[in-house]
């Protein structure tokens, strides 16, 4: 994916996918972009105020751009097993697990949940990649023993995100979600319709993640906006979204993942699994663990209030030796912070750095990641 701000500035048609909460963005005033082929609300009024709406109440979020893609059937286990550097053979019903999926060097070629449901498994996938993974599953092995569903545009997926979140769906839809596990998925009834709904987010904050028939999107939408006035609910665009990841050090791909990154450099071995079956990219895995990372992912506060964007230069010792993955002014701590990549030699907490912004070396201080952590 594109960084929002970046995607602003592009052109787009009306050629583009579009979600079933499209027309309600478009008289709502969102401000539309093109992300990844979906015509997409970056914001409506100010990203500050929605980023602040989502760590001091809560945020709704369209994210039917998602990827969602199910298996079915006795395979279904092996075969994810065999394509994720996650164990699926650990899974139980109701579990959400991080994985990646890795081509043979071990770059990685996206980031994804796993869930197991109690008659199928699925898959969330990033909206940039969902043709890529869909056509890179088709050609894996095992891939004919399965009953596969690409649900991405009969489907609406919907973020409730923030410390309101819980109490929102309680008084919203009367679910009473205050026993699910961070990170687990159940299907059930709520408002109407029949969905997933997951204890999952993007944010750093509590929140849950629902999925439903694209036909009832709207509906849960509506509802879940009218009961959240008295929580001071409102809706958010994919600006705050990535100032909020960015805040929590979740890496966003395109940006921290790509092609040219493995897990390990990316700081994201918890997902993967040496102790397992094959799947594409270990054997080059165990070579770089074997022989260790060059470069690691870090945090930087920059000192003013210069943004560093993305692809500017780090320097360490007087010499450029790292990057700059993605750069914001964060409304929560009010500083500038980003995320690099830098050599290992070079990362421990503390080190003094520098990044050059458009010709000037502004000093940075590498900080331990995240930058933002909810309190318990």
Known sequence: MKAFARIAEEEYTSAMNTTPLNQWHLAHLGRMVD???????????????????????????????????QFRGDSSQAFLNGVLTNDTSKLKVGDVRYSLVCGKDGGI???????????????????????????????AAGFAAIEFTDCTLTTGMIAVQGPKALGLLKDAAN??????????????QYLGTVGVVSRTGYTGEDGFELV??????????????????????????LGCRDTLRLEAAMPLYGHELNETVDPLTAGLEFAVKFNKSEYPGKA?????????????????VLEGRRIAREESP???????????????????????????????????????VEVNLRGTLVPATIVALPFYKRGV
């Open 109 to 139: 070629l996206d980031d994804v949940l796993v869930y197991r449901l109690p008659d199928r498994w699925e898959l969330v996938v990033n909206a940039s990649n969902r043709d890529k993974i869909v056509s890179w599953l088709k050609h």
């Open 35 to 69: 992300f990844a082929g979906w015509e997409m609300p970056v914001q409506y009024a100010s990203i500050v105020e929605e980023h602040n709406a989502v760590r001091n109440a809560a945020g709704l979020f369209d994210i039917s751009h998602m990827g969602r893609l």
């Open 175 to 188: 679910l009473d979600l205050a026993a699910m596990k961070y990170y687990s998925a159940t299907e059930m």
């Open 284 to 300: 080059a895995l165990e070579t770089i663990k074997s022989s260790g990372v060059s470069m690691a992912r870090v945090g930087l």
């Open 212 to 237: 439903m028939p694209a036909a009832d999107a709207e509906r849960v939408w509506l509802t879940l906006l009218e009961h959240g006035a008295k929580y001071a609910v409102i809706a958010a665009g």
């Open 314 to 352: 780090v320097h360490v010792d007087g010499k450029e030796a790292g990057k700059v993955t993605s750069g914001t002014f964060s409304p929560t701590l009010q500083k500038v912070i980003a995320m690099a990549y830098v050599p290992i030699s070079s990362s421990s907490i503390g080190t003094a």
